[in-house]
């Protein structure tokens, strides 16, 4: 566990910075390639991707200056921390709604893009687990049981204190999900629907590793402010998923009823 894991030219190598890079690479990798197939231009995609990730970074940032407000009008120089100051939950909103502009401004289908986008992002958000794991940051509570794990001086977590390894849960949490979205891309029919199970699931595990952290991430009541969001995500992405299936239905009555015409055209016309 190191926040800093090497030196190039003089310059640190933050174990965190580096495994998002990892992650952000291989996502956009998987996007490209998903998309390439359902024929959407390459140019356009990879321009995609750039909007996406430098709105994600700001909506990360963004929703950590709400969230932590007050300690940081206390305390401004909590905002040039490394490895601190980042809400996966706002970079999540603010990329997934630059590329719901992007998708509308080009007449793409949205729900389609955001199928091919999110396998990516669970990958994603697994390596930059292991890159909180690394750094410390957002750990998890006192734990005296087998699994708990100490971090040394230096890492952004209380050192020397045995805690529940969060991070380690998330992130083969987020590998599971990744893994799990890929294999129900190659069986599912219906636009929308790996999407809204990534909202859906996410959201779920989300909630409930929340219950084993213990570090500053703000709080709207008893909830933190993930589990608060994580509420709203999940009644959205069951929004999704109930009127995509619904369309998908209408679509499927729509071309039975067409067929059936058809039919019927055939036999009037043989009789006659």
Not at 77 to 99: D, Q, T
Not at 113 to 125: K, N, R, T, W, Y
Not at 168 to 194: E, P
Not at 229 to 238: E, P, R
Request: aromatic share 16%; with cysteine.
């Amino acid at each position: 566990m190191r926040l800093v894991l090497f030196e190039v030219f003089g310059h640190n190598v933050y174990s965190y910075g580096l495994m998002i890079a990892i992650g952000v690479i291989i996502a956009g990798y998987m996007f490209t390639k998903r998309a390439e197939k359902l024929g959407y231009d390459e140019d356009k995609v990879f321009n995609l991707i750039v909007i996406a990730v430098i709105c994600g970074v700001l909506g990360g940032k963004l929703l950590f200056i709400i969230t932590e407000f007050k300690n940081i009008i206390k305390d401004p120089s909590i905002l040039l921390n490394f490895g601190e100051g980042f809400v996966i939950y706002g970079a999540i909103i603010l990329g997934a709604l630059s590329i719901y502009i992007y998708c509308r401004k080009n007449k793409w289908n949205t729900v389609k893009i955001f199928d091919c986008v999110v396998p990516g992002v669970a990958l994603a958000q697994g390596f930059g687990r292991i890159g909180c794991f690394l750094a410390g940051c957002c750990y998890g509570a006192e734990n005296t049981g087998k699994f708990g794990v100490i971090f040394p001086e230096g890492a952004l977590a209380p050192a020397g204190i045995s805690l529940y390894p969060t991070q380690v849960y998330s992130a083969i949490f987020d590998f599971a999900l990744a893994a799990f979205l890929i294999w129900y891309s190659k069986r599912n029919r219906v636009d929308g629907h790996i999407f809204s199970l990534y909202v859906i699931i996410y959201s779920v595990g989300r909630f409930l590793i929340e219950f084993l952290r213990n570090d500053p991430r703000g709080n709207v009541g008893v909830l933190s402010t993930s589990q608060f969001i994580a509420i709203f995500t999940f009644i959205f992405g069951l929004a999704i998923y109930f009127i995509q299936k619904q369309k998908e239905r209408k679509k499927e009555k729509k071309i039975v009823d067409i067929d059936k015409r058809f039919a019927i055209c055939l036999h009037a016309v043989y009789k006659g």
